[in-house]
């Protein structure tokens, strides 16, 4: 009988003690804990008062072991979102991206971690919880991974988005996270060089001829939407492609 109460009372303990939201746009101070294993957003744990569950936060942007005050932004019946307003305190794996426009880009939301241990950490987990969804693989036991000897320039193929925006200049870049609006990017540190080679060239002949017909996502009018680029990593050769909605005569 006592063994039994002993985990329902450290239960309500461990309740009581998580941070309290209520509503959506409430500022509340949390300590990031877990990752989430599908898109690795930190995670921590606060208490619904309108249900009076626990309940995971999910704050993109965040590592294990920051402290940091974050703005509510939805709660559903089991899991809440939220975004930083500020970091208290850092995680020792916390680092500076090297971009500038990393906490906007879609394109790289772990570079805010350190590489080793954090990325490779959470990159095991994520492969983990996979394997996890069938059976026959639950028992299956995985190997470090092996970390990679480069973390710049190492991708080879790009498809940029081509929108001109609402002060009438043409932006080329990724789509920023959960949008689809594209955040003009001067250079990708993840890209091959070629291909940043490329991002160079067509801003500056988009530059020269500035009336071209370009997607314009406020009356989706224009023609061209999006820039491929595939590099040949023995070739260092580029296939550009622009994708547009004319049709050839």
Not at 63 to 87: H, L, P, Q, T
Not at 127 to 139: C, D, E, F, H, I
């Amino acid at each position: 009988k006592v063994s039994s109460i002993r985990p329902l009372r450290k239960a309500v303990v461990a309740q009581s003690q998580s941070p309290v939201i209520g509503k959506k746009n409430e500022i509340v101070f949390v300590k990031i804990m877990n990752y989430s294993p599908e898109r690795g957003e930190g995670v921590a744990r606060v208490l619904d008062s309108s249900t009076n569950r626990n309940i995971d936060l999910l704050i993109p942007n965040t590592v294990i072991g920051d402290e940091v005050r974050a703005k509510i932004i939805n709660i559903k019946s089991n899991i809440g979102f939220g975004k930083i307003e500020e970091v208290v305190k850092k995680s020792k794996n916390r680092v500076t991206p090297p971009c500038l426009i990393a906490d906007r880009c879609g394109g790289c939301q772990l570079m805010h971690q350190s590489y080793m241990p954090s990325q490779l950490f959470l990159k095991q987990q994520i492969v983990q919880q996979a394997l996890t969804m069938y059976p026959s693989l639950r028992n299956v036991q995985m190997d470090p991974i092996v970390p990679s000897k480069t973390t710049a320039n190492y991708r080879n193929k790009v498809q940029f988005s081509i929108q001109r925006n609402d002060r009438g200049s043409i932006d080329i870049g990724l789509y920023a996270s959960n949008s689809q609006k594209t955040v003009d990017t001067k250079y990708c540190h993840i890209q091959h060089p070629i291909v940043n080679q490329v991002l160079q060239t067509v801003r500056i002949f988009f530059a020269k001829n500035p009336s071209i017909s370009v997607f314009y996502p406020s009356n989706h009018t224009g023609s061209l939407y999006h820039l491929v680029v595939r590099v040949g990593f023995h070739t260092q050769k580029a296939m550009v492609c622009i994708v547009s909605n004319m049709k050839y005569k």
